[in-house]
């Protein structure tokens, strides 16, 4: 990670980066940490379906189910739009989990 986050000190900031960040922080455990960097890359690149996806993740694994969810209805709209199908089908699955984890049913 460290040599990413050289990259960013240095002022390459990026969609792709935030992405392995955000990522690399969700593998080490780190949800809220990588919150901020795929919010980063969101910002960069809105339709990033993978972003999104992740970005969901982060939040159901800090038990933020709500967040979690629109993050996932957020990154279908996304995947729909750049034809990510895999993406969508993937996202409405986690979506499904996290109406259950608030208690809405599938």
């Known amino acids: 990670m460290s040599a990413i986050e050289k990259m960013l000190a240095r002022g ?3 969609a792709l980066l935030r992405f392995v960040l955000g990522n690399a922080y969700l593998q080490d455990g780190r949800p809220d ?6 919010q980063a890359a969101l910002v960069h690149k809105p339709d990033y379906s993978a ?3 992740l970005l969901g993740k982060a939040y159901a694994d800090m038990a933020q189910h709500e967040l979690a ?3 996932y209805q957020d990154g279908i709209s996304a995947a729909d ?3 990510d199908r895999q993406a969508a089908k993937e996202m409405a699955v986690f979506a499904r989990r996290a ?3 608030l ?3 599938s």
């Open 12 to 14: 390459k900031d990026d």
């Open 33 to 38: 940490e990588a919150v901020a960097h795929l």
């Open 51 to 53: 972003a999104w996806k």
């Open 69 to 71: 969810l629109r993050a």
């Open 81 to 83: 739009k750049t034809g």
């Open 99 to 101: 109406r259950k984890a």
């Open 103 to 105: 208690g809405a049913g």
